[in-house]
């Protein structure tokens, strides 16, 4: 099977592409293994000197597949029926295979000594937005979206976005976004500190290689040792230890009714009616 993940050089800029676009970007195992393979290869090439993250075909990423979730794990590509549906939970084990490899390549995002840039076209959520966030800059299009999401399938969060969104927001903001999962246009994320810069739609690619240029021309060993300082200010060396945390709350949650109802519906195109756990 080819892989969904694609890696393009341009001098020393890295480019790394989720290319899954009929599946939203959405990460599959193979993919989230792929994708982690692919970080830790730019991040630790020495001749790479900045990183640019995007996704294909107008969409950054929409997290973990949860088509494939839903499977089982399986290898089978059709959508599944509803009367193929499991009658029981448990899909914490399949959750937790994808996002350790999406967690660690967070985190080797937040360690690599250079630059990476989110470079975020179309909408973006739940562990899309926590990869997004995870970089050192964000660029957007005019129409990208950012929505934090999890409560759709009543899930508690995961992919950094419960460490960094406090972080970045503040932390009244970072509840409202969490407890009310307003969708949030590039603009709205931008005033609020989510992202860096907004450019107009069709130029994304060129003005965040543009950027991640100008960033491998600085210095190497100064960028390197200004983001350990800023990340040792920002609290980061906790990353991993809210990563676990996450991990294993989505895990216990995700083997619970309402993540059955809340992926059901989310299969069938519905509202959920989550009830009482």
């Not at 009929?22 to 630790?44: I, P």
């Not at 448990?90 to 937040?110: A, D, V």
């Not at 931008?190 to 021309?217: C, K, Y």
């Amino acid at each position: 099977m080819p892989s969904h993940i694609r890696i393009e050089h341009h001098g020393a800029v890295g480019v790394l592409s989720i290319a899954r676009r009929d599946q939203f970007n959405s990460l599959d195992v193979e993919t989230a293994q792929d994708l982690r393979k692919a970080g830790l290869q730019l991040s630790r090439d020495r001749d790479v000197r900045a990183v640019v993250l995007r996704g294909d075909g107008g969409v950054f990423c929409s997290g973990a597949d949860l088509k494939y979730i839903a499977r089982g794990g399986d290898d089978d590509v059709s959508y599944l029926s509803p009367d193929a549906r499991p009658n029981a939970p448990g899909y914490g084990k399949i959750f937790k295979q994808i996002l350790e490899y999406i967690h660690s390549t967070i985190s080797e995002i937040r360690r690599a000594p250079k630059p990476w840039l989110a470079a975020v076209d179309g909408p973006t959520a739940a562990g899309g937005l926590g990869i997004a966030m995870a970089c050192d800059l964000v660029v957007a299009t005019e129409r990208a979206t950012f929505e934090w999401a999890y409560f759709k399938t009543g899930l508690t969060g995961a992919e950094s976005t419960t460490f960094l969104l406090p972080r970045l927001v503040g932390f009244h903001r970072a509840m409202e976004l969490v407890l009310l999962g307003d969708r949030l246009t590039a603009r709205d994320a931008q005033a609020i500190g989510l992202v860096n810069r907004v450019v107009p739609d069709g130029e994304l690619d060129a003005r965040t290689l543009e950027l991640a240029q100008r960033l491998a021309e600085a210095p190497t060993a100064a960028v390197a040792g200004a983001k350990r300082l800023l990340n040792r200010a920002a609290g980061m060396d906790h990353l991993d230890v809210q990563l676990d945390a996450e991990l294993a709350e989505l895990a216990r949650i995700a083997d619970g009714d309402n993540f059955a109802e809340g992926l059901s519906a989310f299969l069938d195109h519905r509202a959920p009616r989550f009830g009482v756990e």
